[in-house]
């Protein structure tokens, strides 16, 4: 069974979204005919009502097509409030939570495919603490609870079903920025390769990207649809088919003069049958 899974992340909306490139991923969303649609966090900016109120309205609009996976990112969440308390966590969510449904980290299971998600964004918390302050919002974390969560989805799903999991921050070094998504990244990075995902979707850098983690687990990064693009690059989306031996990531890139994503480089690694060991191919 082959699944088209359409990824994107960082929206952003509020004063960053890009309403133009917003508009035409809308209309473009019933002709791609993904079976999924995932949107790998950050859908606001700072949080407020409005933003998430046109990022649910984003998600209804996509739901008409596909059902519609979506978890928050470090900027969906209220990190200013009780900055480094361990309880009184609810609130940093609340309004995440009033728009996108009190489960932060869903699963769901389409025809093929089982998507799990993690969380990776927890505000100002002790265990992403850096030493760069400005970064302490920022990036993110992957508790041991989380993975041990998603290695049970997996454990339960059928053997043939593609094995998705979603995170917002990135899971492997922006080629521009430089930068790891989440702070004690090899150990992030074990977990995954531990967790029985075949397929990672992440966001967060801002910069696209198709790649190996551990020779094995697929890494699809979406760029963004917002005015801050990594490097002045384009915004882009990544569409990924699912085969029983293969798994395709195309980037679709912004092209602003013409007022369109178009379809770019594709990516393809081999995926082995019934979930074993991909290698790349292309
Ligand atoms: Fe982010």
């Known amino acids: 069974m082959t699944v088209h899974l359409l990824h994107v992340a960082d929206l952003h909306f509020g004063a960053l979204a890009d309403i133009r490139q917003v508009e035409a991923l809308e209309r473009m969303i019933p002709d791609l005919r993904p079976d999924v649609v995932v949107v790998a966090g950050d859908l606001a900016q700072r949080a407020r009502h409005g933003e998430f109120q046109r990022a649910r309205a984003?998600?209804?609009?996509?739901?008409?097509?596909?059902?519609?996976?979506?978890?928050?990112?470090?900027?969906?969440?209220?990190?200013?409030?009780?900055?480094?308390?361990?309880?009184?966590?609810?609130?940093?969510?609340?309004?995440?939570?009033?728009?996108?449904?009190?489960?932060?980290?869903?699963?769901?299971?389409?025809?093929?495919?089982?998507?799990?998600?993690?969380?990776?964004?927890?505000?100002?918390?002790?265990?992403?603490?850096?030493?760069?302050?400005?970064?302490?919002?920022?990036?993110?974390?992957?508790?041991?609870?989380?993975?041990?969560?998603?290695?049970?989805?997996?454990?339960?799903?059928?053997?043939?079903?593609?094995?998705?999991l979603v995170m917002h921050h990135n899971v492997l070094r922006g080629e521009i920025s430089?930068?790891?998504?989440?702070?004690?990244?090899?150990q992030a990075q074990r977990r995954i390769l531990d967790s029985g995902a075949e397929v990672v979707l992440c966001g967060h850098d801002h910069q696209e990207g198709a790649d190996l983690l551990g020779d094995r687990v697929v890494v699809s990064t979406a760029g963004t649809l917002c005015e801050r693009s990594r490097g002045g690059r384009p915004a882009s989306f990544n569409f990924l088919t699912l085969e029983p031996t293969a798994v395709q990531i195309t980037v679709f890139r912004w092209e602003g003069e013409r007022g369109r994503f178009q379809a770019s480089d594709t990516f393809a690694f081999a995926r082995a049958p019934a979930g074993g060991v991909p290698a790349a191919v292309a």
């Open 58 to 164: 984003f998600a209804n609009l996509a739901a008409r097509t596909a059902p519609v996976y979506t978890l928050p990112g470090n900027h969906d969440v209220s990190w200013w409030w009780r900055p480094l308390v361990p309880f009184g966590r609810g609130v940093l969510y609340e309004k995440y939570r009033r728009y996108f449904g009190p489960d932060l980290t869903p699963t769901l299971n389409v025809p093929g495919a089982v998507i799990a998600g993690a969380l990776t964004s927890y505000g100002v918390a002790w265990g992403s603490l850096t030493p760069r302050v400005r970064d302490m919002s920022v990036i993110g974390h992957l508790p041991k609870r989380e993975i041990t969560r998603v290695r049970a989805v997996f454990s339960d799903a059928p053997a043939d079903a593609a094995k998705i």
């Open 178 to 186: 430089g930068r790891m998504g989440l702070a004690r990244w090899r």
